[in-house]
């Protein structure tokens, strides 16, 4: 999946404990996004995030949600008090610098699938 | 509100025939339309896209078709192997990043 790194694989959580997903993009690349897949249904954006600033996170629940990319590191996706309905699949994607107004192809992880117990 | 369709869960065909897939969406302002493989257990793979600009676009056997009128683009695999037994997503986005993908659809193809 053109580098991109996700890891744990598979994350089992009780419910409310804290879920931690994180996300090393392509070599390269400065644009990541998230995206959910519930069981049965298409990717759901989450959030874009460019180093150390968040873009758009209109896809992403107001609460218990949040994402950071930092200057050093991976990107993290981090649920607080989770719920059973968080139960999914947790895709990651980088891109290169898009140009202004134009659209990069996305390249996905192989994704984190969250249980919650 | 379900954006982009893919209105057939699962699709069989046999090996060495012709797989086509389909896809309709709702959004006259998405220019930009994409097929993912995924196979169970890993991430979506990209396979090929298409810009809004043109009406097909090919690489090697698989072929894009997009007809603009009526919001619809399938993608053709030809000859069908095994290894494209897998779901395929289609995704469409209107000039941003945001990607809006369909359910998917199950390919099995048949040795």
């Known amino acids: 999946n053109a580098g991109v790194m996700q890891n744990p694989r598979h994350l089992v959580r009780r419910r409310g404990q804290e879920a931690r997903l994180r996300c090393s993009p392509v070599?390269?690349?400065?644009?990541v996004y998230w995206y959910r897949q519930l069981p049965e249904e298409g990717l759901k954006f989450m959030v874009y995030l460019q180093k150390e600033n968040i873009i758009d996170e209109s896809g992403m629940p107001k609460e218990r949600f949040s994402a950071e990319f930092p200057k050093e590191g991976p990107s993290i996706l981090r649920i607080q008090q989770v719920v059973r309905g968080d139960s999914a699949a947790y895709f990651c994607a980088s891109s290169p610098e898009p140009d202004r107004g134009s659209t990069d192809t996305q390249y996905f992880g192989p994704g984190t699938r969250l249980t919650v117990l | 509100d379900q954006q982009v369709k893919q209105n057939s869960p699962s699709l069989s065909v046999q090996e060495g025939r012709i797989s086509i897939l389909n896809c309709d969406y709702t959004n006259s302002m998405f220019d930009y339309f994409l097929w993912y493989k995924k196979y169970p257990a890993e991430g979506p793979t990209f396979l090929i896209s298409i810009s809004s600009i043109k009406d097909k676009n090919e690489d090697g056997r698989f072929t894009v078709f997009l007809n603009k009128s009526a919001k619809h683009l399938s993608l053709h695999i030809v000859p069908s192997q095994p290894g494209d037994s897998a779901v395929y997503f289609c995704?469409?986005?209107?000039?941003?990043?945001?990607?809006?993908f369909g359910t998917g659809t199950r390919l099995k193809v048949l040795a």
């Open positions: 995704a469409a986005s209107a000039g941003t990043y945001k990607y809006i």
């Open positions: 070599k390269g690349h400065s644009h």
